[in-house]
């Protein structure tokens, strides 16, 4: 059975590598010209993801690449003393196992682990896909599929030329997010460095391994920007949201015109009734975005791609049973995935002088008490904890004697 997957991002490649364990012969088209490189901004891995990637054998290679933050110094605006937060303590306490990584770094560990085993089509896209499986591409020669896999983010073109226009599922949440690369200016190592004043909240961190450091702008906004290609307005947004915050800020903000990489969008969640239809399905934030930033999406992404091959495998190829099953599984990690960015875009960007003050004293409090007490009061405190130390997902070891293109072959 021959499987086509738009997108090597993160779900894209954890797809890949199971759909090939189970003797799926695999195709991953990526609109980027190669491999992601080293950067992107950071992300964090739970632990229903750990345990999805230590099956994968590439956990070492992940935790390699961690980014090393265990401290984080709150600036209130208007306040005179920050408050020093002991963040290792906030990700026991969060979670049995929890790492934060860079999002290029974890998408080119997922796509090394089955590079060897999956056909990787780089610098072309998906441009039409018809209700028997035929697929047109940007620059490619037209091509046949059994099965067809949006891999392809919030902004999916797969999604589109199924479902529709984004703006049918698109719900926006009421605020924004930009992330620059730049210089090291503070010489970070293992510390988060955040500013958070009313609706409007800054951080700057570096990675053991980076020779630079990314600043994340987080603010609210009245209405969903409609700038998606357009960077200069996007620059200004962010610039005009933040400029005169502090001075450590006005000096990230100097880097929006030098910097080698600039990311900008809104904090938009996608809510679709179904994420199939005919020979076509939808894994990651192609298909249930929660929000970026706030929701968790990177392990939400390994589940699913996870969980989908595995459903796949079990119908041995039968979309018909397996995508269903898929959308069952998956369903309450996605709503609490949902409502848990809401609550997380609340606490990172905060609506009153209230709320900064929680932000800043309430991660305080949590990493000034013993991990016991800490855990309590956090999983009382926050959906997010709550949602990713429950999620459990089913084993779906590969056939005896699957080799590779044999499953449901057709």
Same mark, same amino acid.
């Given at each position: 059975?021959?499987?086509?997957?738009?997108?090597?991002?993160?779900?894209?490649?954890?797809?890949?590598?199971?759909?090939?364990?189970?003797?799926?012969?695999?195709?991953?088209?990526?609109?980027?010209?190669?491999?992601?490189? =080293?950067?992107?901004?950071?992300?964090?891995?739970?632990?229903?993801?750990?345990?999805?990637?230590?099956?994968?054998?590439?956990?070492? +290679?992940?935790?390699?690449?961690?980014?090393?933050?265990?401290?984080?110094?709150?600036?209130?605006?208007?306040?005179?003393?920050?408050?020093?937060?002991?963040?290792?303590?906030?990700?026991?306490?969060?979670?049995?196992?929890?790492?934060?990584?860079? +999002?290029?770094?974890?998408?080119?560990?997922?796509?090394?682990?089955?590079?060897?085993?999956?056909?990787?089509?780089?610098?072309?896209?998906?441009?039409?896909?018809?209700?028997?499986?035929?697929?047109?591409?940007?620059?490619?020669?037209?091509?046949?599929?059994?099965?067809?896999?949006?891999?392809?983010?919030?902004?999916?073109?797969?999604?589109?030329?199924?479902?529709?226009?984004?703006? +049918?599922?698109?719900?926006?949440?009421?605020?924004?997010?930009?992330?620059?690369?730049? !210089?090291?200016?503070?010489?970070?190592?293992?510390?988060?460095?955040?500013?958070?004043?009313?609706?409007?909240?800054?951080?700057?961190?570096?990675?053991?391994?980076?020779?630079?450091?990314?600043?994340?702008?987080?603010?609210?906004?009245?209405?969903?920007?409609?700038?998606?290609?357009?960077?200069?307005?996007?620059?200004?947004?962010?610039?005009?949201?933040?400029?005169?915050?502090?001075? @450590?800020?006005?000096?990230?903000? @100097?880097?929006?015109?030098?910097?080698?990489?600039?990311?900008?969008?809104?904090?938009?969640?996608?809510?679709?009734?179904?994420?199939?239809?005919?020979?076509?399905?939808?894994?990651? @934030?192609?298909?249930?975005?929660?929000?970026?930033?706030?929701?968790?999406?990177?392990?939400?992404?390994?589940?699913?791609?996870?969980?989908?091959?595995?459903?796949?495998?079990?119908?041995?190829? @039968?979309?018909?049973? =397996?995508?269903?099953?898929?959308?069952?599984?998956?369903?309450?990690?996605?709503?609490?995935?949902?409502?848990?960015?809401?609550?997380?875009?609340?606490?990172?960007?905060?609506?009153?002088?209230?709320?900064?003050?929680?932000?800043?004293?309430?991660?305080?409090?949590?990493?000034?008490?013993?991990?016991?007490?800490?855990? =309590?009061?956090?999983?009382?405190?926050?959906?997010?904890?709550?949602?990713?130390?429950?999620?459990?997902?089913?084993?779906?070891? !590969?056939? !005896?004697?699957?080799?590779?293109?044999?499953?449901?072959?057709?």
């Amino acid at each position: 059975m021959r499987i086509l997957v738009s997108g090597a991002g993160v779900a894209g490649p954890v797809l890949a590598y199971w759909l090939t364990r189970h003797g799926f012969s695999v195709t991953v088209v990526e609109r980027a010209p190669a491999p992601r490189g =080293a950067g992107g901004h950071a992300v964090d891995l739970f632990r229903p993801a750990m345990d999805i990637s230590e099956k994968m054998g590439v956990l070492p +290679r992940i935790e390699e690449r961690a980014t090393g933050t265990s401290r984080m110094t709150v600036h209130r605006e208007g306040a005179r003393h920050p408050v020093r937060v002991n963040l290792a303590r906030i990700f026991r306490a969060a979670s049995e196992r929890h790492l934060e990584i860079m +999002r290029d770094d974890l998408s080119r560990i997922y796509h090394d682990a089955a590079r060897d085993d999956v056909e990787y089509v780089f610098g072309d896209s998906v441009t039409a896909v018809s209700p028997d499986g035929e697929v047109r591409f940007e620059k490619a020669a037209s091509r046949r599929f059994d099965l067809v896999v949006g891999a392809d983010g919030l902004h999916s073109e797969v999604r589109r030329l199924v479902f529709g226009e984004e703006s +049918r599922f698109s719900a926006f949440t009421g605020a924004c997010f930009g992330v620059l690369t730049l !210089p090291n200016l503070q010489g970070l190592d293992g510390e988060l460095v955040l500013h958070a004043g009313v609706g409007r909240t800054a951080g700057m961190y570096g990675a053991r391994h980076l020779g630079d450091a990314r600043a994340l702008f987080l603010f609210r906004s009245g209405r969903e920007p409609g700038h998606h290609h357009d960077v200069h307005r996007q620059k200004e947004l962010v610039r005009g949201a933040f400029e005169g915050m502090h001075p @450590d800020v006005d000096r990230w903000l @100097d880097e929006l015109d030098r910097t080698p990489a600039f990311y900008f969008d809104s904090i938009t969640q996608l809510r679709m009734d179904t994420w199939s239809r005919g020979r076509v399905t939808l894994v990651g @934030d192609a298909g249930c975005c929660p929000g970026p930033v706030v929701g968790g999406s990177t392990s939400l992404a390994v589940v699913g791609a996870y969980v989908l091959a595995g459903e796949l495998a079990r119908a041995a190829g @039968d979309h018909e049973r =397996a995508f269903p099953a898929y959308e069952r599984a998956m369903a309450q990690y996605v709503r609490g995935s949902r409502e848990a960015a809401l609550s997380a875009a609340k606490t990172l960007v905060p609506t009153s002088r209230l709320g900064v003050w929680g932000l800043a004293q309430g991660a305080r409090l949590i990493s000034a008490l013993p991990a016991g007490a800490g855990r =309590a009061l956090l999983r009382l405190t926050t959906r997010s904890a709550r949602l990713h130390n429950s999620v459990t997902v089913d084993d779906y070891p !590969p056939p !005896p004697t699957a080799s590779r293109g044999a499953a449901g072959a057709g």
